[in-house]
């Protein structure tokens, strides 16, 4: 039988899963609070998963609120929009806006290296095009435990292959990323994913839900049970004995979907079909119904039995939480609505009203004809708990630092000075990255000016003026264990500095912050000081941070990684003939060396 | 010299997108009523006497390098 | 001024790229939908790179079956120019009218680099411009760029100079006799795994052999009564 | 509803680069002896009754479409 709101209004005290579900007796309570009554199961799965640190940032929000502080300014005019929508949108002239974003997929990348590390692509890729931008490039700064360690040999080539796989059959070139090895991301590699896209001005587009009446369409792929192993405790409580089959946590890309999805959605926005959008992504229905709903001026209604399933034995919890991938949501004027479903024709993709906006402001979500979910989406999406963890800087941290690199024996001789350098020169973390970059295309789209091996990668925007866009990422993580706030400007001014020497201006920031569990205080401290560094750091350049992600509990075995606070810098070139590469070109030039 | 089948299917519960692309062409072809599922084929030639240790051994290829058993099922039979 | 035709298959990823390079060398870009049953007059075809229908079953197997596919085969088999790149190689061995198929790499990962290759044959409509036996560089990029035929197509081919193109230096993919690219008998349909729409700009390539596919078709365009 | 199984392989005269870089990949696992073709396994669900007709018409696409003759051999049944 289906927990409907009538239900659980009459019934109290069921007791409900919240536990395994993740969720603290607070936030049950809080939930409890919010409704005036217990949640029904199909509420508690999206409170639960959109309350979850993924997608609330529920440990990080209180420090992520000092970006704020950095206005919107850019050396080149102000953000066309923020911090807080899906990614970034910077002016760069002309009649041009690009919007770019980094985002982590750690965990699903050493369940399971290849589909892990292709979803992280196709997630990204679709946050920037909900922006109304064209995707044109992806970067991957990688992170994995030792070489030679065991595990090794299957993380490493699923993730690459997997990166590769999905990102070259979008057509995205790649250009630019990290390959580093650390002992501790053994059991826990990093995959960063960072793509840009480009838009005109007017094409800029936000995700919310207005005008009563509008229709709310979820097209692209079918959804099946991918990545709800946690829903699948609710599910079993509506199902008997021969209930839903075993769900997987892995998810499976395809990108070719992807690729008709793209193609889809710019037509859709080139005939102005679209009033409001928002890729499905983590926490999936639940995320975008909300979203949309809340960030609108009305109240929507959607009915789970239109969505299109996979898998049909899938219960409605499992249906809001399902993390599908290659999914869309748009809210579309009625008029609109034949014209939007002739084009997801065209490039033969499924397409399905599923629910309108409505007035008042609940999200109301309805199963075989009943209430399944009454809500305040804000209360969902945006009123999430908020936690002021504990952080003390670490005492190990002095002992750390006290010993130094001038402790370590020196070379004697010439021949044994010669061997260090040829060590270091083959060392992984040093030597030539090409087996790897070769599996990324990176000719693609022509536009690639500069690509591996650049210190920076360079895209032309506009073929007829040669304006054109540079990117870097970059981070050394162990120069954050030793000092999380030195260590996280360098990183910031190591990217700055890679955009700098290709010609092109840094204009603004977008970053990962990769750390390990929230509840030990010496990496809520190292989060904190990374922060304040980046904020300080970031204000000093003048350049804004637009957006980016945290991924927290990143360890093996109550080992936390070192903290990696990776940062990505954007830059504008207004000619990309002007470009610089990074070999010496004419014998006889001098060579000059900056700074002290 | 005996030949084992190892036959490696995605999972019922996991996304086939290969299988999907398949379906839909058969259909545009006129091949109406036919869903497909995709998978490998590995026909393995063992030397020497298939023992039941030997056996035991393409198993464990089998799930070690032929599947990759987080999203594919496996099945070993010897070739009749 | 030539119309040239560029195919887009859901799933392609080079055909603006194609395109471009047509503009670039002069000429018209007609684009061309996979679901169309006509080639608008165009003077020769491009079958562009990228994955059409995912690469999924085989690369190119299922775009054979477009409905511009029909059209292309039949215009190819009267003699008009055709250039099928990466993918459009692939898609024109699934047609037939290519002989051999292209499978995984050897490598069994995906290789992009920029590829020195021997023009093996000046005899086609896409290579008359070409020196004989002249090196050059194109763009190389593919999982499943390994060329493979059984061995009396293999000795036919070497026979009767339909190898046009040969990889140097270093067989990136295991193709037979390092095959880059092959022509059918009458020289008009050419396959090839490297990327000339790529060769067509200082900015973003590593050099301009590209346009001397172009040069080749004026040629030949130039030469045929119309 | 009936199943039936096409298997695809590459024609013997045909290299195949898959299957022996799986061999090798075995052999530096420490499978010695293992000597491996790769193909595909399509499980084709047909609609309705599994008469004559239906049956030719599965060869039929496996043909046209789920192999690539020129390269691969296949081969048509009906699962037990
Ligand atoms: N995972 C990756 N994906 C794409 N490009 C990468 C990746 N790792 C490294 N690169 C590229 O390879 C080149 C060399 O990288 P790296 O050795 O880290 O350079 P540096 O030490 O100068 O920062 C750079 O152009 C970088 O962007």
Known sequence: MVDTVAHAAETPDVEQPWGALGLRENEYQKIREILGRRPTSCELAMYSVMWSEHCSYKSSKVHLKKFGELGRDTPRGKLLAGIGEQAGVVDIGGDWAVTFKIESHNHPSYVEPYQGAATGVGGIVRDILAMGARPIGVMDPLRFGPLTAPDTARVLPGIVAGVGGYGNCLGLPNIGGEVVFDPTYYGNPLVNALCVGVLKHDDLHLAFARGTGNKVILYGAATGGDGIGGASILA?????????????????????????????????FAENLISGIQDLGAAGLSCATSELASAGDGGMHVNLNTVPLRDHTLAPEEILMSESQERMMCVVEPHNVDRFLEICAKWDVLATVVGEVTDGDRLIIEWNGEVVVD?????????GPVYQRPYARPDWIDGLNADTANNLPRATSDDELAAQVLALAGSPNLCDKSWITDQYDRYVRGNSVLAQPEDGGMLRIDEETGLGIALATDCNGRFAYLNPYLGAQLALCEAYRNVAVTGAEPVAITDCLNFGSPEDPSVMWQFSEAVIALVDGCRALGTPVTGGNVSFYNQTDGTNIIPTPVVGVLGVIDDVADRIGMGFTHSGDAVFLLGE | ???????VMPKPEILDPQGKAVTGALKRLGFDGLTVRQGKRFEVDVEGDLTDERLDQVREAAEKLLANTVIEAFDVRVEQ | MSRIGVVTFPGSLDDHDAQRAVKLAGHEAVALWHAHESLQGVDAVILPGGFSYGDYLRCGAIARFSPIMTEVIQAAEQGLPVLGICNGFQVLCESHLLPGALIRNDVRTFVCRDQKLRVESIDTVWTGAFEPGQEITIVLKNGEGGFVADPDTLARLEGENQVVFRYLDDNPNGSLNDIAGVTNARGNVVGLMPHPEHNMEELTSPSLDGRTFFASLERFLAAVPS
């Not at chain 1, 892995?250 to 859709?268: A, H, S, Y």
């Not at chain 1, 809500?375 to 009123?383: I, L, M």
């Open chain 1, 236 to 268: 079993s409580e509506t199902f008997d004995a021969d209930g839903p089959a075993k769900r997987p946590s892995v998810q499976v890309g395809d990108p070719f979907m992807e690729k008709l999805l793209i193609e889809c959605t710019l037509e859709l």
């Open chain 1, 375 to 383: 809500v305040d989406p804000a209360t969902v999406a945006h009123e």
């Open chain 2, 1 to 7: 010299m005996a030949r084992v089948i190892v036959d």
